[in-house]
């Protein structure tokens, strides 16, 4: 089940660069479902109410996110998952990209 999350309220920052999402048994890389490789990137969600560090599992992360940028994510999704006595909740997004899209020299 995908739950859609309302991001009009939050402020994202990376706290990381984006890494190769690997499939928890065997350790290869995670494919979403037109075979593109996922990355996974921790961001700090603020709202007015707090913050919370999300692991945000993406097939187009845009280049040159470094910690501490603010990024946009687009499409944000939830999906609660159970694996024997272990439950929890792991987040998807169509796109990670730059909240600022950096400035080309001239």
């Known amino acids: 089940m995908l739950l859609p999350i309302d991001v009009s309220e939050y402020r994202f920052i990376a706290a990381g660069t984006p890494e190769p999402a690997l499939n928890f048994d065997t350790k290869l890389p995670q494919l979403d479902k037109a075979g593109r490789e996922l990355s996974s990137i ?60 950096a400035r080309s020299a001239s």
């Open 42 to 101: 921790r961001v700090v969600a603020m709202s007015p109410s707090g913050a919370e560090v999300l692991v945000v599992k993406v097939s187009n992360a845009t280049k040159g996110i470094v910690q501490g940028s603010e990024v946009r994510i687009i499409d944000l999704v939830a999906i609660p998952w159970r694996r024997e006595q272990n439950a929890g909740i792991s987040f998807r997004a169509s796109s990670v990209e730059l909240a600022t899209p």
